[in-house]
């Protein structure tokens, strides 16, 4: 049988039946539950596989002594969120994300936050270790919008005509609800169905939100990822934007909205339109490893609150330590009935480029070494290359058996790149 299994700070993450089989869940779950003996939190996205995925991992947990807190379908922010309401020890979210819907993951949660690089090492040394499963915990269902919509911020956003799309992932029944109880109308599109083929979030994927805000039909607009920890948004007159705009934003109402000291951390992949609003707002901005974990955990070495990745996922570690699609949609919508959105940010002049290259990272390597020999370099995550704001960042993915190469600036340079690339 072919593999597509793939463990790394994004989790466990494969294609359902090629590689992610009941086997595997059983054999990672447990080796992440036998790590603890207390209450651990459980939740999924919509994928058709994530029942019987939940299930096993549900009857894995309790096997070794651990409380199941389990949520349903639920975004994988509001999960993280709760974990730290409830002072639980950790959670397993089912869910691959962005990845189309034959795929499915475990993200594994050691308190309020996804695995870091040394607990993914602990998971792998605790694989084939003999556990002792003579005791057995309980499972508590819970509703969990009430309890998270209790610690939210209460702006008042009305007035606001908001349009959502779903993508009938676990963010239907979360976000309109907090846009509701906020006071603005809302209209929603992709409420439930099946998960679209390629669900990462993209403008050109949501026209009829496009259409709506350029026809003056909606104020602001949001499409996410089917768990919520992405999302893209769009602005009246405008029109959908892209993901690195809707990140720029959501860090720029961020530091508005909340008192936090000026650092931040972004991923070398992040667009510098995110590095320029931040600067200008007086942070220091720190660059670093793909991956929210990586992010996270540099920003608690820093002291910095806030962070991001360019895929229009906002961290605001006092809210939630992770990416978070919902508080992000509703800062930005924030900032938009304030009357205080960027302009320079609507009409940022800069290219991104991005490639999956199905090859050896040493082949991509070889190829844009004339193109970038004498640029500053950095090696802490693949190779980062920059000269001025054109910058070039290859790397392999943490979610597919691919080489990320995405890069940003002149377009003489990305010409260049693709001639070499593709």
């Known amino acids: 049988m072919e593999s597509n299994l793939k463990f790394s700070v994004s989790g466990l993450r494969g294609i359902v039946g090629k590689g992610m ?12 539950s036998s790590l603890f003996s207390g209450n651990l939190a459980l939740g999924r996205d919509t994928r058709k596989s994530g029942g019987w995925i939940k299930a096993l991992v549900e009857g894995t947990i309790i096997s070794t002594g651990n409380n199941v807190y389990d949520f349903d379908i639920i975004p994988t922010p509001a999960l993280l969120r709760l974990i730290g309401i409830l002072k639980l020890d950790g959670g397993i979210m089912v869910s691959a994300s ?6 499915n993951a475990l993200k594994f949660a050691f308190g309020d936050k996804l695995s870091s690089e040394e607990e993914v090492k602990r ?30 911020p209460k702006f008042d956003l009305s007035g606001l005509r908001v349009a959502l799309d779903f993508q009938n992932g676990a963010t239907a029944g979360w976000v309109d609800e907090i846009f509701k109880n906020l006071g603005a109308e809302v209209i929603t599109f992709r409420y439930s169905g099946d998960i679209p083929e390629n669900p990462e979030p993209s403008r050109e994927k949501f026209e009829i939100l496009d259409n709506l805000l350029k026809e003056g039909k909606a104020d602001v ?18 029109g959908m934007l892209s993901e ?5 934003l959501a860090l720029y109402s961020c530091a508005k909205n909340f008192a936090i000291p000026r650092k931040a951390v972004l991923n070398f992949s992040t667009s510098i339109i995110s590095e320029r609003v931040l600067k200008e707002l007086g942070f220091e901005v720190v660059r670093w490893k793909v991956g929210e974990p990586n992010i996270v955990k540099k920003m608690e070495e820093i002291g910095a609150k806030l962070g991001g990745e360019g895929n229009g996922g906002l961290i605001y570690y006092d809210f939630t330590k992770g990416r978070d699609g919902l508080l992000a949609s509703v800062l930005i919508a924030k900032s938009y009935k304030d009357g205080d959105i960027p302009k320079d940010v609507l009409k940022y002049p800069f290219e991104m480029l991005k490639i999956k290259f199905e090859g050896e990272l040493e082949e991509v390597l070889r190829k844009v070494k004339s193109l970038v020999g004498n640029w500053e370099v950095s090696e802490v995550d693949g190779y980062y290359y920059r000269n001025g704001e054109n910058w070039l960042h290859i790397r392999p993915s943490n979610t597919e058996p691919v080489i990320r190469v995405v890069a940003e600036g002149e377009r003489g340079f990305l010409d260049n790149l693709i001639r070499l690339l593709v």
């Open 123 to 152: 998971i792998q040394g605790n694989l084939d270790r003999d556990v002792n499963l003579g005791r057995f915990g309980r499972v508590f269902r819970l509703k969990g919008f009430p309890i998270y919509f209790a610690h939210f």
């Open 244 to 248: 690195e705009q809707t990140t720029a």
């Open 221 to 238: 607009a949001f499409g996410f990822d089917p768990d919520g920890d992405r999302v893209i948004c769009g602005i009246r007159g405008f």
């Open 21 to 32: 089989g009941a086997g595997e869940v059983i054999r990672y779950s447990l080796a992440f």
């Open 98 to 103: 962005h990845n189309p819907p034959e795929w």
